[in-house]
């Protein structure tokens, strides 16, 4: 009796999917979740100074001055049109009296008189408006110069802080411009003392050397000079035995030289790691008869 | 030999870059976890199922009905019926082929008891399956691993004496990729050892509950055949 066929086994598929599922989740973990990737960091190159000189402090430039919109110089507004006065009605004429002829004369005279009168008050009345229009003309120039004055006087701030912007500008010029040489003058003066330092290393070598040298190969030959080549370990020894690059003409001698550089071992060499790389590959001209 | 500065160590660059042995481990590895992974969720759903309908049929049993539906139930639903109800569909279908007057009880009784104790046992049997594997992947998958990354390692020392000047980074990348190996060995080992100690212990709990009822149910029965 085959008794596992009437059996329906659940969740076959839903297993298959959720064990791929769980082996994706850990994978993208793995990819995701630790930082494999190293980065090594760049090599650093320092430059170590010991004695510097204190650097002035050298400030940005100052941002410029904002030259700040100018206020608009209104025009004056238009002055106001000068209002036509109302003219005085005339007096409504007095009625016509009948009256004596003294009173008429009167009343002929009374009515220049009036007449006369009211011209001259018209006239009057015009002056007056002239005189005001010429005053506010006057108001309107006067007013008009002082735009023009404000505006010379700030023209000349601006022009007087551009100025100030400049000096500043050149200010900074100049302290970086002494900063260089200061550094400059100071490299120099380490490279001439390193100079000095090699100079005066080969000078304890040869004379190291020349205490070795078997002397009588090379008396006859006066004040010869060999030059010859020796790579040096730092502890002094040579690493191959040196070689002659200038003979002095007689090999005895040369042989002579090359045996002291190995007897001469350790050689002296500077402390400093820096000056000791001068020394690694040495060209060294000997005299040994000095 | 040149060394670069930077060296790419993602997973897949690693894997890539193993000898083809420890590829083939970590292709083992794979494999066994991605089944046992399969078994678990498998097994996690079938053993729920049997509690399920061990705890629905207990209920149905206990609640007093009437043994001769309870049977006519669990033959006409055979496709879905659980352990517990096979076992007790063929006792009582012994029981009732061999319940004759002049039939001796306690023959009959033996006899309900052993074809129920054979449903058990092949009910067992299933509710069993693949435990094993679970079992061998927890404890044999470490080893594969160690063994990849043992492997790694030797490599990359081999390659290291070749060499005047050692450092790290001659070796590193050799022993990273090694490691992968028995990270994936202790992934696949680890969920197997967990799944087949918690479905061993579910297993153990249904078969004392399937014992229990058998020797209940055939109480029941025997009381049924001596009135």
Known sequence: MNWTADRDEPGKLASGVLAVAVHIAFFALLVLGVSWQHHAPGPVEVDLWSNLPPLPQIKPPPPPPKIEPKPEVKPPPPPPQPKVEAKPKPAPEPKPVAKPDIALEKEKQEKARREREEREKLEAVKREQVARAEEKKREEAKRLEEAKKREQAEQQKLAALERERREKQEQIERLRREQEEAVARLRQQQASAQAKMVDEYKRRISDKIRRYVVKDPCAALGNPEIVFEAVLLPDGNTLQPPRIKRSSGSAACDDAVLRAVIRAQPLPLPPDPVLMAQFRELNLNFRPNE | ?227
């Open chain 2, 1 to 227: 030999m040149n060394v670069a500065v930077t060296q790419d160590l993602s997973v897949v660059s690693l894997i890539a870059n193993a000898s083809v042995l420890v590829q083939l481990v970590m292709l083992g590895l794979l494999l066994a976890s991605l089944f046992s992974w399969y078994y678990i969720f498998r097994k996690y759903y079938s053993l729920q199922r049997a509690q399920r309908q061990t705890d629905e049929f207990e209920k149905a049993f206990w609640s007093g009905g009437n043994l001769n539906e309870l049977y006519q139930a669990a033959v006409n639903s055979r496709h879905g019926s659980g352990s517990l109800e096979r076992i007790f569909e063929s006792g009582y279908r012994e029981f009732s082929k061999l319940r004759r007057p002049g039939n001796d009880i306690t023959a009959v009784m033996d006899a309900t008891r052993r074809a129920m104790r054979a449903t058990y046992q092949r009910e067992m049997e299933l509710l069993e399956a693949h435990l094993s594997f679970l079992a061998s992947v927890g404890s044999v998958s470490p080893y594969v691993g160690l063994f990849g990354t043992v492997w790694g390692i030797m490599n990359a020392f081999r390659g290291l004496a070749n060499v005047a000047q050692a450092t790290l980074a001659q070796v590193a990348p050799g022993i990273a990729e090694a490691l992968i190996a028995t990270a994936m060995g202790l992934f696949a080992a680890i969920p197997a050892v967990v799944a087949y100690n918690r479905f061993a212990g579910d297993v153990n709990r249904l078969a004392t509950r399937f014992e229990s009822f058998m020797e209940e149910f055939s109480n029941i029965l025997q009381r049924q055949a001596a009135a």
